[in-house]
């Protein structure tokens, strides 16, 4: 092999940006941080940080959702835990002037969790929120807090974030990947309101109840029932083996 020289090429960093998405009080929800450090400080933008050179990308990741929201990566060969999340690489973006510091090519990842707590802020964040997508990618494309001045979101956040949501738009449509906003055991109606934050419609409660019930391996019975959404006890389900939905849910032309 002749000698290679790495000091022909330019250099360049890599990072891994995290779109975070819960459901809360029936929204769906992104995590974001205001940036504590230049470039773009005090802004709002997308959980993430710099590879490090002893780790690969899902491992940076990973450890990225671990320390801004304390949930693990969920694998999905083993049984469920309490704190996993879904995470799955989302797209990579290398746009040469995408940071002002130097050229940096960001692999976004995709995360998704059941309804989670406050958010903590760390590294060189200094505050940390959960936001509806919808004001995040209104359509001035600027978000900020009430009584602060409305900026767009740091680096190409934004695109990355209407790309993430998109994402998981789409792939609950025949997937069953609308089951990692819910907890382990959870009622048809707890999913449909899922469906309905993550699309942004209304859904008949009876013909949802009908295609999911009737989806092969979609849902499993658990046994149990529960009232925590009042009125009648509801029948409690978990998540099937089933990772493609055969037939699709189709989500409605809006």
Not at 77 to 88: K, Y
Not at 183 to 197: D, I, K, N, S
Request: hydrophobic share 40%.
């Amino acid at each position: 092999m002749p000698p290679y020289d790495p000091s022909t090429f330019p250099p360049f960093a890599v990072t891994v940006d995290l779109v975070v998405l819960t459901v809360r009080r029936h929204a769906l929800c992104a995590l974001v941080v205001r940036r504590g450090e230049p470039p773009f400080q005090g802004r709002w933008a997308l959980p993430g940080g710099f590879v490090r050179a002893d780790e690969d990308l899902g491992a940076a990741a990973a450890r990225e959702l671990v320390e801004e929201t304390g949930l693990c990566a969920q694998d999905p060969s083993a049984p469920a835990v309490g704190n996993g999340a879904h995470l799955e690489q989302l797209a990579t973006y290398g746009d040469p002037g995408r940071d002002p510091r130097m050229r940096v090519v960001s692999v976004a990842h995709l995360a998704l969790a059941p309804d989670l707590p406050a958010p903590r802020a760390g590294g060189d964040a200094n505050s940390a929120r959960w936001a509806s997508v919808d004001d995040l990618l209104g359509a001035d494309g600027s978000f900020g807090q009430e009584g602060e001045s409305q900026t767009p979101l740091a680096f190409d956040h934004a695109q990355i974030l209407a790309d993430g949501v998109e994402r998981a738009r789409s792939k609950i449509e025949y997937s069953s990947l609308a089951t990692a906003f819910c907890p382990q055991e959870f009622t048809v109606g707890e999913l449909r309101r899922v469906y309905e934050a993550v699309w942004g419609v209304v859904l008949d409660p009876r013909n949802f109840h009908r295609k999911v019930t009737g989806t092969p391996g979609f849902l499993v019975p658990t046994g149990g029932t529960t009232t925590r959404q009042g009125g009648r006890p509801a029948q409690l389900f978990r998540a099937g083996a089933a990772t493609v939905l055969n037939p699709p849910m189709l989500r409605p032309e809006v």
